[in-house]
């Protein structure tokens, strides 16, 4: 079986720039507890687009659900949303344990219509942000090889792949 799974990470001192996309009327905030739908509608929308993730979406849907909706539980809910207007159109959930086997739960995920606009980009450097804002140094997520992320998204902000050993390694999910 061949191994199509990459780890990224991020060295969250070095690679983040001060400057922030500002991309008007789309707000970029942290998730309140009542955004858990919203978040599981984009997730699951943009794992379901992505092609990468073709006869496997479902296997990951369930263990994908529970960790987005415990990051979402708690006082300070990890995870970024874009929103346009009402409608929450991306969403990044996140791991904040420094010792997680991955920092990004759920990667930038953007709703189909609004994506190629730069937006999976700006949530990245939000999540490292925030990452970097509860004392992380150090970020890791993992791709899929032919992935969207890992192809144009997670390459930025100094991210850096190396390919899984083995299979085995395979996470049991990640965007």
């Known amino acids: 079986m061949a191994n199509d799974w990459q ?12 400057s922030r996309p500002v991309m008007p009327p ?5 998730a309140a507890a009542d955004d858990l739908d919203a978040v599981l509608k984009v997730v699951s929308s943009a794992l379901l687009m992505e092609r990468a ?6 296997e990951f849907s369930r263990d994908l659900e529970k960790r987005c909706e415990q990051a979402i539980a708690g006082e300070s809910p990890a995870c970024v949303v874009v929103q346009h207007g009402a409608r929450v159109i991306g969403a990044s959930v996140l791991d904040l344990a420094e010792d997680a086997e991955f920092h990004l739960i759920t990667g930038p995920c953007i709703l189909h219509e609004y994506r190629s606009r730069g937006f999976g980009s700006a949530l990245l450097q939000q999540s490292l942000e925030r990452l970097l804002k509860e004392g992380l140094r150090r970020a890791t997520a993992f791709a ?6 890992a192809r144009f998204v997670y390459p ?14 395979a996470p049991r999910l990640a965007a």
């Open 26 to 30: 789309f707000v970029f905030r942290a």
């Open 7 to 18: 780890r990224f990470h991020w060295d969250l001192d070095k690679t983040l720039d001060a």
């Open 144 to 149: 899929r090889v032919n992935s969207t992320a």
């Open 53 to 58: 993730w073709v006869g496997s979406a479902t």
């Open 156 to 169: 930025k902000f100094g991210g850096v792949a190396e390919p899984l050993p083995t299979p085995s390694e």
